[in-house]
């Protein structure tokens, strides 16, 4: 007697709702976060035009899907307008972002401008073509930025953006140097902020599944990537694994900088430094004794863990 095949049956009522339940909580979360990085650095205030830099990449999806949240909780004002530099690449699908933005019902404007061309006449076959064409990228928004009226510039760099980009910088250039949640820009017209700036990369890639986005993979190079910078993701990833707790640390560390226990001597007066009679707020004992010395495992001091805040409950 044949047996008949039928298809797996779906989800029950129970694992939709607690599926809601999840994706409920993973926007709650994000919105907080936003939030906070937006108050923490005063990234946008009351009258601000934020232009939302849209790549069609996942996370300038979920920064401009939150901003928009946020926009109708706000006790401020503030406008958005998204921008899409259309860098013609070969086989781009220039219909996908208007689409979707004439959907949302948000201003757009969409920059044509073939640095493709400039990027492979310059850049030697094989060769990373990622500088190059963040530079021009970046001198074209800003110029869109003064024609749009802009006043905030808005990048979709997350928390994990962040990291990498501080120990690339240490790795190397040599250099203490990460990648700030609010800067002016190169111009010196500009104010640029990265809203997700709190935000795991984890988070937005679920939220774009969560949310469908009509993600736009970047072809100009064969989705090259910069091989340090996947170096440097890797080994935070390990050390995660291995270590959890770690990268959390490191995070926090960035926003807790001591200029008179580094080797800088133009952001601390070591040269003058003498003896006042009086004790150094945030200063140290002579011989300091080992960081972590408390028991911890593996030296790292437990964080509190955002997954379990009660705010996303």
Not at 166 to 183: S, W
Request: with cysteine.
């Amino acid at each position: 007697m044949s047996t008949v095949l039928t298809d797996k049956p779906g989800p029950s009522a129970k694992q939709i709702e607690k599926i809601a339940y999840e994706n409920n909580k993973l926007h709650k979360r994000l919105c907080r976060q936003v939030g906070q990085a937006i108050g923490d650095f005063n990234m946008i205030e009351d009258g601000d035009k934020v232009m939302v830099c849209l790549s069609g990449g996942k996370d300038s999806y979920a920064l401009l899907d939150i901003l928009m949240t946020l926009r109708e909780r706000a006790p401020i004002n503030f406008e958005i307008v998204a921008v899409n530099l259309d860098q013609k690449q070969p086989n781009f699908p220039e219909h996908i972002l208007p689409a979707y933005l004439k959907e949302l019902g948000i201003p757009f404007h969409i920059e044509n401008q073939d640095t493709y061309s400039i990027v492979k006449r310059l850049i030697p076959e094989g060769k990373t073509t990622c500088s190059l064409c963040s530079r021009l990228r970046r001198g074209i928004l800003y110029r869109v930025a003064d024609e749009l009226g802009a006043t905030k510039i808005a990048l979709g760099h997350h928390r994990d953006d962040i990291m990498e980009t501080f120990f690339l910088n240490m790795f190397f250039g040599a250099k203490i140097k990460g990648m700030p949640p609010k800067l002016q820009s190169d111009d010196g017209k500009h104010i640029v902020i990265r809203p997700l700036a709190y935000v795991k990369e984890a988070d937005t890639e679920r939220y774009a599944k969560v949310k469908n986005f009509p993600i736009i993979p970047c072809d100009l190079c064969g989705s090259q990537e910069n091989l340090q910078r996947k170096q440097i993701k890797n080994m935070l990833r390990e050390w995660e694994k291995q270590h959890p707790g770690r990268v959390e640390n490191i995070f926090s560390s960035l926003s807790t900088v001591i200029p008179s226990h580094l080797m800088d001597r133009a952001q601390f007066d070591f040269v003058h430094l003498a003896a006042t009679g009086e004790a150094v707020p945030g200063g140290d004992i002579a011989f300091d004794e080992e960081p972590c010395s408390t028991g911890t495992v593996s030296g790292i001091i437990p964080l509190r863990n955002s997954e379990n805040d009660e705010d996303d409950n």
